[in-house]
T-cell receptor
Framework: DSGVTQTPKHLITATGQRVTLRCSPRSGDLSVYWYQQSLDQGLQFLIHYYNGEERAKGNILERFSAQQFPDLHSELNLSSLELGDSALYFC?????????????FGQGTRLTVV | GQNIDQPTEMTATEGAIVQINCTYQTSGFNGLFWYQQHAGEAPTFLSYNVLDGLEEKGRFSSFLSRSKGYSYLLLKELQMKDSASYLCAVLDSNYQLIWGAGTKLIIKP
């Protein structure tokens, strides 16, 4: 158990719908990263939050948005869903900057758009 | 731009040794990580290098040369359970993790 919790584990929804994925980082970790991984593909970085502020954006679509709340949990909102958005969505957390330790991954949310 | 290169796929035989290479070009360097990812599962941490040289951890070793922008992961005494993707990631000067696309390792009996 990495200490990072993601909910839900599985989600099936229809095209055009909107979903929210949730991530609770490890206690004490200030950074939260979101990644998308399509079948047999590498990790695609979406966005990074640090202590409530957006730090970096990757290839995140305009239909997607995220935020990190004061209690440091994070949500990833996906709207106007398309079939191609079906993927595993991972959240990872890491300690405060300057402490060179690894990122810890949640078990992911498997999103299926039908 | 920032770039990390790894071979897409490698095949090795059970009991043998395999070396997975990673080259990187990033804005600054605060360490290099190797992760293992089994299909459909979360990546799990294998190793971290920030200084040049070899770090050994059981059957797995990781090497770093900062001047060459190069690292490798060495897996010895391969087991079938080592079949997975191996991801190389660099922590840049802004403490952003830059990920390679991963190397899919196939182990044959």
């Amino acid at each position: 158990d990495s200490g990072v919790t993601q909910t839900p584990k599985h989600l099936i929804t229809a095209t055009g719908q909107r979903v929210t994925l949730r991530c609770s980082p490890r206690s004490g970790d200030l950074s939260v990263y979101w990644y998308q991984q399509s079948l047999d593909q590498g990790l695609q970085f979406l966005i990074h939050y640090y202590n409530g502020e957006e730090r970096a954006k990757g290839n995140i679509l305009e239909r997607f948005s995220a935020q990190q709340f004061p209690d440091l949990h994070s949500e990833l909102n996906l709207s106007s869903l398309e079939l191609g958005d079906s993927a595993l969505y991972f959240c990872a957390s890491s300690p405060p900057q300057g402490r060179d330790t690894e990122a810890f991954f949640g078990q992911g949310t498997r999103l299926t758009v039908v | 731009g920032q770039n990390i290169d790894q071979p897409t796929e490698m095949t090795a035989t059970e009991g043998a040794i395999v070396q997975i290479n990673c080259t990187y070009q990033t804005s600054g360097f605060n360490g290099l990580f190797w992760y293992q990812q089994h299909a459909g599962e979360a990546p799990t941490f294998l190793s971290y290098n920030v200084l040049d040289g070899l770090e050994e951890k059981g059957r797995f070793s990781s090497f770093l040369s900062r001047s060459k922008g190069y690292s490798y992961l060495l897996l010895k005494e391969l087991q079938m359970k080592d079949s997975a993707s191996y991801l190389c990631a660099v922590l840049d000067s802004n403490y952003q993790l830059i990920w390679g696309a991963g190397t899919k390792l196939i182990i044959k009996p």
